[in-house]
């Protein structure tokens, strides 16, 4: 069941805590000192109260946080010890699916790094793959032990955020923006066609098509409120057609026919802007506020 902001701050204590006790992974201390700073406006504010709990605990109790969690692939998975959040997570990440030489790989990434650091090697997998998850492992074994516990801590901050968007709606007050920059020509890119996509595990969807206005922005936000969808989208402008259109002097085909740029929705409570700086030779994009 998805609650609401106004149904979380109704709850008392102890129905806040059994409501949020496995956001942090065998944790419901978590949960039960955060429903003090309630009310929450929004997700991220709910958020925030939590991972502000974990950040203001002593080391002990963030060495048994860290400890609480399940190796990737590891042995609570193979005997379906794990909570039901952790085996969608894992499952999502396709760990549940191992050849015996990845779950070899598995196991000694496991084992080096828990006798490394002490505590399991946790990653929000959610939106990985088993090649970014190995290669994650590596990257991270050459950390010292205080970077390390501060990398572990934000993994499981990410986590509890990925799983409070399961259990509330968050507030409508995120949206998705453009803007185009002619560079070549000093001036905002008018006229210059686009289409957004939404990339799921069942394919591709068009979601909006538009053309960017006098001031190369759209008259509307591309995306606004419950429109705004945690995952991958991408955006794709004609910049062939546009600079044709503006009589600009290319090569037959354009150099630049399309442009697309594949990004991500992690916060769906705010703005995203995804601005294009274009001339027929080059393009830069960042994400803009």
């Known amino acids: 069941m998805i609650l609401s902001l106004d149904h979380i701050n109704g709850l008392d204590a102890v129905a806040f805590t059994e409501t949020f006790a496995g956001i942090y992974e065998h944790s419901p201390w978590v949960a039960e000192r955060a429903a003090a700073f309630r009310p929450f406006t929004s997700l991220t504010a709910l958020a925030a109260a939590l991972a502000g709990v974990v950040a203001a605990a002593d080391d002990a109790a963030k060495l048994a946080l860290l400890r609480a969690h399940p190796d990737l692939a590891g042995r609570a998975a193979v005997r379906g010890e794990l909570t039901d959040a952790s085996r969608q997570e894992q499952t999502s990440a396709g760990l549940d699916s191992l050849t015996p030489a990845e779950m070899a790989r598995f ?71 453009t803007h185009a920059l002619d560079t070549a020509r000093g001036r905002p890119a008018a006229g210059l066609p686009l289409e957004l996509v939404r990339i799921g595990n069942d394919g591709e969807s068009v979601v909006r098509q538009a053309i960017t206005n006098a001031d190369g922005r759209l008259d509307q936000p591309l995306l606004v409120g419950p429109e705004m969808a945690v995952g991958l989208w991408r955006l794709t402008f004609s910049t062939g057609d546009y600079f044709l259109a503006s009589g600009q002097m290319l090569t037959a085909p354009a150099f630049l026919d399309l442009v697309p740029i594949r990004f991500a929705i992690a916060n769906p409570e705010q703005h995203y802007h995804v601005p294009l700086l274009l001339s027929p030779w080059s393009y830069s994009t960042y994400r803009g506020s």
């Open 107 to 177: 196991t000694e990434s496991n084992d080096r790094y828990r006798q490394r650091f002490g505590f399991p090697f946790i990653l929000a997998v959610k939106h990985w793959g088993k090649a970014q998850i190995l290669a994650a492992f590596d990257g991270r074994l050459g950390n010292t032990a205080a970077v390390e516990m501060a990398t572990a801590l934000a993994e499981v901050d990410k986590i509890a955020f990925s799983r409070l968007l399961d259990r509330v709606i968050p507030a409508p007050t995120g949206r998705l923006t």
